[in-house]
């Protein structure tokens, strides 16, 4: 039976604040870290690193822990806790069409004829290898 995943997760980060400095973000529960250049920086990257780590514990299939309540995080001074959410049905549909390189090698007469016509060599094989996988 497949386990449904959830829409969103909402994890506390403690925003870290220095004279001079970047913000510092800590998602205490999940033992990760960011930082952003002012509040709205901070706050998009610690979207993005949120949704990162989410799916690549969805993906293999680790316990999610459990969020710890923002009343029973202890804060130090010039620290202030953020309540993030990362909405995964984007953060997957990013994560799925995300290219990656491939090396390929080719006879060296091919690659020239290819270049001399304007091939472009990542669209040709992605229509061949859809072709051949029949998707």
Request: aromatic fraction near 8%.
């Amino acid at each position: 039976m497949m386990v449904k995943k959830p829409e969103r997760y909402f994890y506390p980060a403690v925003f870290s604040y220095a004279e001079g400095e970047d913000i510092a973000v800590v998602f205490p529960d999940l033992d990760v870290a960011t930082s952003g250049a002012n509040e709205d920086d901070a706050l998009l990257s610690a979207r993005e690193l949120l949704g990162c780590v989410m799916f690549g514990l969805e993906e293999d299939g680790e316990c999610i822990p459990q969020p710890t309540p923002l009343n029973e995080l202890c804060l130090g001074a010039g620290e202030k806790t953020v309540l993030v959410d990362a909405y995964m049905p984007s953060v997957r549909q990013a994560q799925s069409t995300k290219a990656v390189n491939r090396t390929v090698t080719l006879p060296a007469w091919l690659n020239a004829l290819a270049a001399e016509h304007g091939i472009n060599f990542s669209q040709t094989l992605q229509v061949a290898l859809r072709q051949q996988l029949g998707v």
